[in-house]
Structures are given as structure tokens and as C-alpha cells.
T-cell receptor, first 113, second 113 residues
Framework: ETGVTQSPTHLIKTRGQQVTLRCSSQSGHNTVSWYQQALGQGPQFIFQYYREEENGRGNFPPRFSGLQFPNYSSELNVNALELDDSALYLC????????????FGQGTRLTVV | SQKIEQNSEALNIQEGKTATLTCNYTNYSPAYLQWYRQDPGRGPVFLLLIRENEKEKRKERLKVTFDTTLKQSLFHITASQPADSATYLCAVRGPTGRRALTFGSGTRLQVQP
């Protein structure tokens, strides 16, 4: 186990709704990254948070937003859900923003209907 | 733009044989490359990291090679076991500075008893 926990594990939402996914990083890690993994694909980088600030973003629209809290846990928010947002959402924590290693949680499976 | 390519076809081998998976990258010269294992519905688990100045890295039954001229990494599992059945992902840091991991789409390995 990596010590990175995500909640919930599964979620079903309706198109147009909003969703919040949560991640607790490994103890001592101040950097959290979020990835989206569609079926049969590799994880795609959404954004990274370092010490409560967004610290890099992939090719995702503004309706994907996040937060990082003083204890370094993090949230991913997605507004105006679309069917294509159905995916496994992964959180990864790292000791520092430039760390070589990232430790992944078990993911949240989001289904948009 | 940077591309990481893995054989999308599943690899089926007999127990006890050596599995060899390929990762090719283009338009980029990563300082290091990582391999992850992912089981269905779970987050990726880090296996090995190999740097650009290392030709080969080993860990128990796993071996990774890194050829910066061919822009290719090979991942070997010797004496394979049914428990090795999973999807294997390769990843490099970038292109968003050092913040994001860029993954290949993964190769599914099935080891038959």
C-alpha cells in the first residue's frame, strides 16, 4: 500500500452535474497530482498542487479545478459533467514537486450517465 | 509533441518464460524512465526507474534496459508467473517541466499456467 487514499472508490453522476473527488497524500508529501485514465489508455495529467497552489496543468478545460489544503490533502472538482468524463481518476503524491517518484492511490471510478 | 508508445496488443506467454515489453518515445530525451504495474481498477504501482546514463537496471525477476540512441526501453520479467498478469505502463517526466508524468497506453501481460 502506498499510503495514498482516495474517496469515494466508485461514483455515478448524471451529465451536467458537478462532482468532488478527494485524496489524502502520503505522510510527509507536499505535492499532489491528479490524472484521468480512460479505459484502455494510460493516465493523462490533469494538474498538480504544491503547497496549496496549482503548479502545472495538462490539457484539460477550466471546468476541472482543484484545491490543496494545509495538511496537503486535495480535491478534484469537475463541473458540468460530460459523458466523456467517465474514467478512473488517480491521485499521486510526491515528496516534493520535482521528485522522481510518485505514489498513486487506488483511484475513483467515475461513471457519467 | 512528446509521444510514448507501447504495444497495445496483449502479450500472452507461458508460465516460466521471459516476458519482454517495449516502450518507445519520440520528440523527447528524458533524463529517466519509469515502469509501473497496474491491476484492473487499481492505481499504478511503481516498479523500476532507469536513468539515461544507465544501460540496465534489475530488481529480483525484473530487468529494464534504456537505449537513448534507439529511444527505447525494454522491460523483462524472467521466470514469469500467473501473478505477473497485469498491465505494465512506462512513463517519463514532462513535458510540463518536471511536474507531470507522461504515460504510454500500457501493455497487458497474460501469463498462462
Amino acid at each position: 500500500e502506498t499510503g495514498v487514499t482516495q474517496s469515494p472508490t466508485h461514483l455515478i453522476k448524471t451529465r451536467g452535474q458537478q462532482v468532488t473527488l478527494r485524496c489524502s497524500s502520503q505522510s510527509g508529501h507536499n505535492t499532489v497530482s491528479w490524472y484521468q485514465q480512460a479505459l484502455g489508455q494510460g493516465p493523462q495529467f490533469i494538474f498538480q498542487y504544491y503547497r496549496e497552489e496549482e503548479n502545472g496543468r495538462g490539457n484539460f478545460p477550466p471546468r476541472f479545478s482543484g484545491l490543496q489544503f494545509p495538511n496537503y490533502s486535495s480535491e478534484l472538482n469537475v463541473n458540468a459533467l460530460e459523458l466523456d468524463d467517465s474514467a478512473l481518476y488517480l491521485c499521486a503524491s510526491s515528496l516534493e514537486t520535482g521528485s522522481e517518484l510518485a505514489f498513486f492511490g487506488q483511484g475513483t471510478r467515475l461513471t457519467v450517465v | 509533441s512528446q509521444k510514448i508508445e507501447q504495444n497495445s496488443e496483449a502479450l500472452n506467454i507461458q508460465e516460466g518464460k521471459t516476458a519482454t515489453l517495449t516502450c518507445n518515445y519520440t520528440n523527447y530525451s528524458p533524463a529517466y524512465l519509469q515502469w509501473y504495474r497496474q491491476d484492473p481498477g487499481r492505481g499504478p504501482v511503481f516498479l523500476l526507474l532507469i536513468r539515461e546514463n544507465e544501460k540496465e537496471k534489475r530488481k529480483e525477476r525484473l530487468k529494464v534496459t534504456f537505449d537513448t540512441t534507439l529511444k527505447q526501453s525494454l522491460f523483462h520479467i524472467t521466470a514469469s508467473q500467473p501473478a505477473d498478469s497485469a498491465t505494465y505502463l512506462c512513463a517519463v517526466r514532462g513535458p510540463t517541466g518536471r511536474r507531470a508524468l507522461t504515460f504510454g497506453s500500457g501493455t497487458r501481460l497474460q501469463v498462462q499456467p
